[in-house]
């Protein structure tokens, strides 16, 4: 990821080395990102935000919640 994502959100980028989120819409999904790791899904995001922006603060907060609860924070 380029620096700059990196820097803004860094647990983000953090989980993308050893896991994936999937960023869009499916016909089946009631979110519009998800957060997967090699045991399945991490975090669900709404389904709608007014930004992009939003969306992935979210995502990014919500891996930094997951990652201390488990004791995985890097």
């Given at each position: ?21 999937e960023i869009g819409y499916e ?48």
């Amino acid at each position: 990821m380029a620096p700059m994502v990196d820097a803004q959100y860094p647990n983000i980028s953090w989980l993308v080395q050893n896991g994936r989120i999937e960023i869009g819409y499916e016909y089946y999904a009631t979110s519009f990102i998800r957060v997967m790791d090699e045991g399945g899904m991490i975090w669900e995001s709404e389904k709608e935000y007014e930004t992009i922006a939003d969306a992935l603060a979210d995502a990014d907060a919500a891996i930094a919640a997951w990652a201390k609860a488990n004791g995985l924070f890097p």
